[in-house]
């Protein structure tokens, strides 16, 4: 298990060459950076080629390590060029490499055996279970969701088996890490593909900037989390100035060496760097984040004045001074890098044979928790006629499945299982094994190995970001029955990937979970405004939000202590079910949210016959 014998490493960002310099000038350990394709922050500068090759040889001359963010879903036809760059880089010397899309992760193990691996924030990973499971799959260390807390943190650290790496200061997302799909979906702009608009940074009627999150600074907690065990400690902000990434690496350093929290002047210097509405939070870390009164908003409503941009400019100008003083980069001697020819060429649309249709075409219903599913409603869909079709099953969420009446109903993991929850989480599983349920639909890595012990069928949902041919191939081998391809995949993405002979669905009616809230904005936003401190157990409560276009995003309580942000519109792509049957589809599935009983039921005669006859709807990325 994860032992804390050697010195606590500083991680520093660089979105560009000279935050680079910045970074290794300030005193950083290890400093993460990316290129010019694959990587979360593809809107930064970023680094050529060349420029990575000089970091990595000036930062090894400085006895400082040098981490490669391959941190996106990569599509089939980009397999090639993403291992192509690893393969380049880790001859290079490159330390490690960040990579959130799990298919990828394993193709790379394959072809560069050698390989130093990191699971991103993006992976939405939380606890040990985890851990063990990415240790299993040739990881060496995990970055934990900025969300986790302490407590969580505390058992982690002991249990696992690889490295721990944590934010502990810089812009944090409302959303769960990896789960946000807000700017994909109204404005095609996908964070999973570095491409992020930042919608929650706007503003929303009634509720003002209820997604907007203060910064986060944990720098008072240094001590503390020096002694939980966490290796390394990661800075955020490839996207920030060369400036702003030496001030707060040279204040952390301090904090680190003396083992010390900060003096009151070192937090105004942060919140003069960069701070929304001049003040941070650590709301998630000390386990705040459901502080809903109006008075007391630890985490969100956060927004830039022009008095936070003015302190910028002037901390910024006098750091230049210090920065001009720097010497320039080490020039790297040209390496001859060998050839790269992997054992084993990925899939691609080019290569791919003519995909195997099932012999049916099958129709999965999903329920969100707080849906209108009923023991009646059920037995409807269970008596519909499904013609040439048949149900493949009705899956419930693991806190509201109903009492076991047939051998199709399934149940749905939450967000995550923390490791403060974990029991909770087992005998939530324990007791839908008891009353008869084989099957589970899993939403995140944090799951696996708890729903594998149970005896349950495993069923990949589109949360795990099942995105090319490698992730089927990958859940494949872990012993799953079946794979829901993501919300993110196009009509010719579908088509072409390979279903290595494993039923593969995808979905298309329903209102796609957007975000997954930490926080309660349900009890906080609109006029469903009430006082609460802790979601309990099983709540059902409903609010909404409105954005500047009049678009209003319903807010689903998940009986779990999360909130779900759901889309504006659902996705329907009913009447396409036969194009994704011919491209080897086995199932469509079906996800209900705040529809009537008699809607669900014309929704569900739609799919069978293959029309489409609701008006307001969107086709996502099934256009």
């Not at 500083?10 to 310099?21: K, Q, T, V």
């Not at 593809?42 to 390590?65: F, M, P, Q, W």
């Amino acid at each position: 298990m994860q032992k804390n014998l050697k010195k606590t490493e500083l991680l520093a960002p660089a979105g560009s060459i000279e935050a680079f310099r910045s970074a290794v000038a300030a005193g950083a350990d290890a400093v993460y950076m990316g290129g010019g394709e694959f990587n979360a922050r593809i809107n930064a500068k970023n680094l050529t080629d060349r420029e990575l090759e000089s970091a990595i040889y000036h930062a090894h001359l400085n006895g400082v390590k040098v981490y490669i963010t391959l941190n996106t879903l990569v599509r089939d036809t980009e397999m090639t060029k993403a291992a192509e760059f690893a393969h380049r880089f880790t001859n290079i010397g490159a330390d490690a490499f960040i990579v959130q899309d799990f298919g990828l992760a394993k193709y790379l193990r394959e072809v560069i055996p050698d390989i130093q691996l990191h699971a991103s924030t993006q992976m939405a990973c939380h606890n040990a279970e985890a851990a063990v499971f990415l240790a299993k799959h040739g990881f060496s260390r995990m970055v934990v969701c900025r969300e986790v807390s302490r407590e969580d943190l505390k058992i982690l650290c002991k249990k696992s088996p690889v490295e721990i790496e944590m934010f502990v200061h810089g812009a944090i997302c409302m959303s769960q890490s990896g789960q946000c799909l807000m700017s994909s979906f109204i404005g095609g702009r996908s964070g999973n593909r570095g491409e992020c608009a930042q919608p929650c940074r706007m503003e929303y009627k009634g509720d003002g900037y209820a997604l907007s999150m203060y910064d986060m600074c944990l720098a008072q907690h240094i001590p503390e989390i020096i002694s939980l065990g966490v290796s390394s400690l990661k800075i955020e902000g490839r996207m920030k100035s060369p400036e702003y990434v030496y001030g707060v690496t040279s204040v952390y350093r301090k904090l680190i060496d003396c083992n010390r929290p900060p003096e009151k002047k070192e937090i105004d210097f942060l919140s003069s760097l960069f701070s929304r509405g001049g003040r941070f939070t650590d709301a998630y870390y000390v386990g705040n984040k459901n502080s809903c009164s109006a008075e007391d908003l630890k985490c969100w409503g956060a927004r830039r004045t022009e008095q936070n941009k003015k302190e910028t400019e002037l901390t910024e100008s006098k750091i230049k001074r210090e920065l001009s003083l720097i010497s320039p980069l080490s020039v790297p001697p040209q390496k001859e890098i060998p050839q790269f020819i992997p054992s084993r060429q990925p899939k691609t649309a080019m290569s791919m044979k003519k995909q195997k249709k099932a012999q049916k075409m099958g129709i999965r219903i999903c329920f969100a928790h707080g849906s209108r599913f009923s023991d009646k409603l059920c037995e409807n869909i269970l008596s519909e006629n499904y013609e040439d079709k048949y149900l493949e099953g009705i899956y419930f969420p693991l806190v509201s499945a109903p009492d076991m009446k047939d051998e199709r109903y399934g149940i749905i993991t939450p967000a995550e299982a923390r490791d403060t929850k974990q029991s909770d989480f087992c005998r939530q599983l324990e007791t839908a094994s008891q009353k008869g349920y084989k099957n589970c639909l899993v939403t995140n890595i944090s799951h696996i190995n708890s729903v594998k012990s149970k005896g349950f069928r495993l069923h990949a949902a589109p949360e795990m970001n099942i995105y090319n041919s490698e992730s089927v191939k990958a859940w494949r081998e872990e012993d799953f029955s079946s794979v829901t391809l993501s919300y993110e995949n196009n009509p010719a993405q579908i088509r072409d990937t390979d279903k290595y002979k494993i039923p593969c669905g995808v979905t298309v009616y329903g209102r796609v979970p957007l975000m997954v809230l930490e926080s309660c904005l349900v009890s906080s936003t609109g006029k469903n405004r009430r006082s609460c401190s802790q979601c309990r157990a099983g709540c059902t409560a409903k609010g909404r939000l409105t954005d500047r276009t009049e678009r209003v995003f319903p807010l689903f309580c998940d009986g779990q202590g999360k909130n779900i942000l759901f889309n504006s519109v659902p996705l329907c792509a009913t009447d396409k079910i036969q194009l994704f049957y011919s491209g080897g589809v086995s199932f469509a599935t079906l996800y209900f949210t705040d529809e009537k009983p008699e809607e669900i039921m014309k929704i569900i005669k739609q799919a069978i016959k293959e029309k489409n006859n609701i008006k307001d709807y969107t086709r996502g990325y099934l256009k």
